[in-house]
């Protein structure tokens, strides 16, 4: 909630946390520009090509940003690797590459048990999640033969 300026003490209304910097710029940009969920590490790599200067106790003090403030989430999926991509994305899959690691937003949904649909048992549905493994287009092309 903005405070009008009659207020007096709303000077500083605007916590560090919701501040633009270059820096938390560059990263949202680079996270909303990606494929699929990222690591820090790959965030990193992504945003020093837009602030040459960026280091990586930046990337992960602005990671940490975005998630208090919501703009992000973490991804976590069975590597143990936790990634990040835009709060609020519409129902999604991802697709994990056993050759580079890397993990892509996958589109449509393959599932057709449907929420609300009761299973065999009496098992009522409510929700799923799914992660596809494999090879993404990337490596089945320069795989050797
Ligand atoms: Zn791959
Ligand atoms: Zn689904």
Redesign the pocket.
Known sequence: MRRSPENGDAVSDAPASQRHTPQREAILRVIRRAHGPLTTGEIHKRARRLCPKLGIATVYRNVKLLLETDMIQPVILPDGETRYELAGLS???HFHCEVCHRVYDLDG???TVRHGMTLPGGFIVSD?E?TLYGTCPRCASSEPV
């Open positions: 129902h999604h899959h949904c393959p599932v799923h799914l």
